[in-house]
């Protein structure tokens, strides 16, 4: 899990230093109100989430827990953030 979370972390910042046109994590970047975009995004899908899990359903829970994940890690991105100040919050827990 560690291991995806950094290689995914990697390929956001990669798309936000490279901009590739046909890069969603790009337009993101790119997009005036790109920090609105992601932060409207998060609540959306902790909505979506929400409703998943009160449905109990598994693949949709699975499913939008990934887009909070990403959208959490562009946010983390947007802001200059590593994961490792993430981690060590975490990491101060336990
Ligand atoms: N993990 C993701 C990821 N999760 C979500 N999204 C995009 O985020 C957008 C919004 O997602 P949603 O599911 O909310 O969109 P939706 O289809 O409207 O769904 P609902 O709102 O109806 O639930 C869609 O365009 C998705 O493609 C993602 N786009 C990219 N990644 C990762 O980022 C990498 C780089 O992607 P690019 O930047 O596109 O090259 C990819 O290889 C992936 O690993």
Known sequence: MDETLEELFAVIEDR????????YTASLFTHEKGENAVLEKLGEET??????????DHDEVAYEAADIVYHLLVLLSMKGMSLEELEAELQARR
């Not at 936000?16 to 890069?23: A, I, N, R, V």
């Not at 909505?47 to 109990?56: F, H, N």
């Open 47 to 56: 909505t979506e989430l929400v409703l998943a899990a009160k449905d109990d």
């Open 16 to 23: 936000k230093e490279t901009l590739p046109e046909d890069s």
